[in-house]
């Protein structure tokens, strides 16, 4: 890896770990000038670029988080039942534009079908539902066409909101190079690994540029780095004002999220 | 009219790629076809579209279960239900005309004494009756096993059936069988024209049917209300 190569990983990193833009560029320009005057390879003199900019991240902190913005989506006393199996009981949730709302508790109590009722595609027996601006949705699993390539996934969902076959193309490529995935091949969908999958089932949740981002357990099958580019691309979309609420059974993400709705019958209720 | 076609396409390039089972699918006329074709042409001619309508048929029916997942996120992304069942339709009747042609060829070169223009339009009449459904059977009967079997109880139902009965004319394939009547035995232009009314008016149905199941299952549900930002 030559310098240059090593500057514009470090600027990645130090982007993925959400260093202030002006910060990040004033440590590669003094990064830059270290390694002209040092001449040898940036490995040798500064170390790997992830951990250099791990470094600089934990000692000059993250940029502050832009304050959150109106509500996007406002979920209130959703009760849902199956025949005399009540699902789900008064849930509520309230999130902004720019938060991240995880949806957690026990298995089958309810939280794709809370999701699936902020969606509108599932029915309530009462409650109400408000959605501000466009509507996203990752399903926890399904949701592709297994003898489609991923180019065809992204024009169709471009098609939706009237985008050109070139641009929608572009723009799904660029999306699944956020989670590390090179979606250009000609490989049918049935047979990429689950986990690619799930990243174009992702990507294509996020190509119609939802301002409510519903995502169900969209990370099943992700090996290590892209589970972390995941969260990272969460951030950014926050970041960018987007409300995302996502299902989760990992608590150890919890500290990545603004809200956390817990369904679990014992603690039904919303607490920040 | 973009989505529509989109769909369509989508729909068609799905249905090519499986080539095993569109061999699966060719292999059922075609073995129709043979099985009579010792004895009188007329029964080759009725099995062979009684073939293609069951092929049409389970490729739409698995055509709509492919799809059951997809067709609720791609509604959020900006597609009415029409775009999604007439899409979906139109590209399972350009696949049921590529799977019929190779037919229309056999029966030219086979048995050239025919009509083959009422061939054609019993082919025509099949992959129009067909598509619609099939995917009706698929939207209703979300399990596939399920529609399969009642897919081939339609068939039976209609290979066994009189077709000079009242009850003939319920079910959904009996145009082809009155076009075919025209076409083999050279009878007045009666059955031809009874036979194209019937494929019309069953056609439009369940193009309906389809229709209506398809906006309630894809419908927005009154609890979500959407507001525009800003």
Same mark, same amino acid.
């Given at each position: ?10 600027? +990645? ?18 990064? +830059? ?240 | ?230």
């Amino acid at each position: 890896m030559n310098a240059d190569e090593w500057l514009r990983t470090l600027a +990645a990193e130090l982007h993925q770990r959400r260093v202030a833009a002006d910060a990040a560029r004033h440590v590669v320009v003094e990064a +830059a000038t270290h390694l002209r005057e040092d001449g040898r390879d940036p490995w040798l003199v500064l170390g790997p670029p992830g951990e250099y900019a791990a470094a600089i991240s934990e000692s000059i902190g993250p940029a502050p988080r832009p304050r959150p913005g109106p509500v996007r989506l406002h979920a209130q006393g959703i009760t849902k039942r199956y025949g005399r199996h009540t699902v789900l009981r008064d849930a509520s949730l309230t999130v902004r534009a720019g938060q991240i709302a995880a949806v957690v508790g026990a298995n089958g109590c309810g939280k794709s079908t809370f999701l699936r009722i902020c969606a509108g595609l599932v029915s309530l027996d009462t409650g109400q539902v408000t959605v501000t601006g466009r509507l996203g949705y990752c399903p926890q699993q399904g949701g592709t066409a297994d003898f489609l390539l991923p180019d065809e996934h992204f024009v169709l969902v471009g098609a939706g909101r009237g985008v050109a076959r070139g641009p929608a193309r572009r723009a799904g490529r660029t999306a699944a190079r956020q989670l590390g995935w090179e979606a250009g091949g000609d490989v049918l969908t049935r047979h990429l690994s689950g986990g690619t999958r799930q990243k174009l089932n992702l990507t294509m949740s996020t190509l119609s540029e939802p301002d409510v981002l519903l995502l169900d357990e969209p990370y099943q099958g992700f090996d290590h780095g892209t589970y972390v580019n995941f969260w990272d691309q969460l951030a950014r979309l926050r970041d960018q004002g987007k409300a995302i609420v996502v299902v989760t059974h990992l608590l150890n993400q919890l500290d990545r999220v603004d809200l956390v709705l817990d369904l679990t019958a014992a603690t039904r209720g919303e607490r920040a | 009219m973009n989505r529509l076609v989109t769909v369509a396409e989508m729909t068609a390039r799905e249905l090519l790629r499986r080539r095993g089972v569109l061999l699966l699918l060719l292999l059922m006329p075609l073995t129709f076809w043979l099985i009579r074709r010792d004895a009188y042409v007329g029964q080759s001619v009725r099995s062979l579209l009684l073939g293609v309508s069951w092929a049409v048929s389970t490729a739409a029916l698995f055509a709509t279960g492919a799809a059951r997942e997809l067709e609720p996120r791609l509604r959020l992304a900006g597609y009415r239900p029409h775009h999604l069942y007439l899409g979906r339709m139109a590209g399972l009747w350009m696949a049921g005309l590529v799977i019929a042609a190779p037919f229309l060829l056999l029966t030219v070169l086979d048995a050239p004494e025919l009509r083959h223009g009422g061939v054609a339009v019993a082919m025509l009449c099949c992959v129009g009756v067909a598509a619609p459904f099939g995917m009706l059977i698929g939207v209703l009967l979300p399990r596939e096993l399920e529609g399969t079997l009642l897919l081939l109880t339609v068939v039976a139902v209609q290979m066994l059936i009189d077709p000079a009965g009242s009850g003939a004319k319920l079910t959904p394939f009996w145009s082809s069988r009155e076009i075919a009547t025209w076409a083999v035995d050279h009878t007045d232009d009666g059955y031809l024209a009874r036979g194209v009314l019937h494929g019309i008016v069953v056609t439009a149905l369940l193009v309906a049917a389809v229709a209506a199941v398809s906006s309630v299952r894809l419908r927005r549900r009154r609890h979500l209300r959407q507001l525009p930002t800003g």
